[in-house]
């Protein structure tokens, strides 16, 4: 048998060795880069694939025909709208805004807190101390109910004959043994509230209060002050629409009186209140940049009017201000103006345009010269 002779490696091997190495090296490298692309590409994939599906739902829910829709009733179809739209929605834009935000504050005595859930209709309310920047919780409706049974209900005790003990005689209903003085803070009937910014989702403060089963939260701004109130109601309304019980009075926002004079809530919708008015009230540009009647007064004034101001926000109508706080407009009446009128306040407006003023001087300096 031949014997095997065993040679070192040579330059030239340690050289295939070393190009193998870095081949594999280089292929490693490859292979790392590509995962690192894939791990970056597939969650956008992902990301745009959802997106995709939410678009293309929106779409067949808008392009959908009598026939096609069929399936679905038209309060069905604007239901799964507002859904796909619930996520683009902030609590600032559902709450109820501090101006309209009815309270308690944390001295008031019983009684006036029984009148305050009468006239309110509500179920809860929040309670401060002096001002709404100083929040300390809810009061429920409930738990005063409770409180007063509970107070109405205690067993009394009489002495039935001098040789017999106190004994205790059957509970009655007796709203006399009720202290109606007593405030809120001594009665010890709040519960906690929630505290969000206003920049929150409303779908995430649905989830929040569905997990702690507290229905409100005060919105928050960055200094520490009330913004305004959330329900759990107010975004159930977002995608069902208004929820109303047989409680809640019908509100009326545009009332017509004689002569074609209109009463409106400042909130009612500038669109909706053109289309009852009339082709006559025309809306124009400021339709694009305001939704209510209060925001189109504060548009064209550029401030909050005072009780009994009449302004000219549209042309032919005069808005007199009927209501007022300091925070917003609250009811206005719309007086439509005569022939007469009209033609004085096509003037004045005219008149007051200094393009307009700079035309009719340019045009009376062409006259001057050919004149001249």
Do not use: C
Request: aromatic share 4%.
């Amino acid at each position: 048998m031949a014997e095997q002779t065993l040679h070192p490696p040579s330059a030239g091997d340690n050289r295939g060795e070393t190009q193998d190495s870095e081949g594999q090296s280089t292929q490693r490298s490859s292979v790392t880069e590509k995962r690192f692309l894939l791990s970056n590409i597939f969650p956008f994939m992902r990301a745009r694939q959802a997106s995709s599906l939410r678009e293309d739902l929106a779409d067949a829910l808008s392009s959908a025909t009598s026939e096609d829709g069929a399936a679905f009733s038209p309060e069905e179809k604007a239901m799964l709208h507002n859904i796909l739209r619930l996520r683009e929605i902030r609590v600032e834009d559902v709450m109820i805004p501090r101006a309209d935000v009815e309270a308690v504050e944390i001295t008031t005595p019983l009684w006036e807190v029984l009148e305050l859930f009468e006239k309110s209709g509500h179920s809860r309310m929040p309670v401060y101390a002096e001002t709404l920047d100083d929040p300390r919780g809810m009061i429920h409706i409930r738990d005063v109910l409770n409180y007063i049974t509970r107070q109405a209900r205690q067993k009394a005790r009489r002495r039935t004959t001098a040789k017999s003990a106190a004994t205790e005689v059957a509970p009655k209903f007796d709203m006399s043994r009720i202290d109606l003085a007593k405030t809120i803070g001594e009665l010890n009937l709040m519960r906690k509230v929630l505290f969000v910014p206003p920049s929150m989702m409303a779908s995430g403060l649905m989830a929040r209060m569905q997990a702690s089963h507290i229905q409100m939260a005060l919105v928050i701004d960055e200094y520490g002050g009330t913004d305004g109130l959330v329900s759990l109601e107010d975004i159930v309304e977002m995608v069902v629409g208004d929820i109303e019980d047989e409680h809640d009075d019908e509100e009326i926002m545009i009332a017509e009186d004689a002569d074609g004079v209109f009463v409106v809530d400042a909130r009612a919708d500038l669109e909706e209140l053109a289309a009852r008015i009339g082709p006559g009230f025309a809306v124009g540009e400021h339709g694009e940049d305001v939704d209510t009647v209060g925001g189109l007064i504060f548009s064209v004034l550029g401030r909050i009017p005072v009780r009994g101001e009449v302004v000219q926000a549209i042309p032919g109508y005069e808005f007199h201000v009927l209501e007022v706080d300091p925070r917003r407009v609250k009811k206005v009446r719309i007086v439509p103006l005569s022939a007469a009128d009209r033609r004085r306040q096509q003037r004045a407006v005219v008149s007051a345009r200094p393009e307009d003023h700079a035309a009719d001087a340019a045009h009376a300096a062409q006259n001057s010269k050919e004149v001249g």
